[in-house]
């Protein structure tokens, strides 16, 4: 088990961007893939990306693609979204999680793979 918390989200008006982190606690952080989903108001938790355990690898949500960036520092037992051109629609509360399933590999996006959760942290995009 792992124990997660998010930083780094906040106000920021249409194009700007802002790095999100996660903190994770436990010394085997680094066997993990960690994810990184949103939840809107109204709207059901949807995924934004996931990266490897080892970091070679991040795929993302077509929404997010070519603007969102996904990064993790084992040593330091951080991982990172790091958003940029941010748009109204990002507007959600962001929640990083982590997953030890081999089945994320194929799907990364399922969230009932991943049974760690920190609290999430709340991104406001202004237009």
């Known amino acids: 088990q792992v124990q997660l918390v998010e930083s780094g989200g906040g106000l920021v008006q249409a194009g700007g961007s802002l790095r999100l982190s996660c903190a994770a606690s436990?010394?085997?952080?680094?066997?993990?893939?960690m994810g990184w989903f949103r939840q809107a108001p109204g709207k059901e938790r949807e995924f934004a990306g996931a990266?490897?355990?080892?970091?070679?690898?991040?795929r993302y949500a077509d929404s997010v693609k070519g603007r969102f960036t996904i990064s993790r520092d084992n040593a330091k037992n951080l991982v990172y979204l790091q958003m940029n051109s941010l748009k109204p629609e990002d507007t959600a509360v962001y929640y990083c999680?982590?997953?030890?399933?081999?089945?994320?590999?194929?799907?990364?996006?399922?969230?009932?793979?991943?049974?760690?959760w920190g609290q999430g942290t709340q991104v406001t995009v202004s237009s």
């Open positions: 999680a982590a997953s030890l399933s081999a089945s994320v590999s194929y799907r990364p996006d399922n969230s009932a793979a991943y049974n760690n």
């Open positions: 436990g010394r085997t952080f680094s066997s993990y893939t």
């Open positions: 990266i490897t355990w080892s970091g070679d690898n991040a």
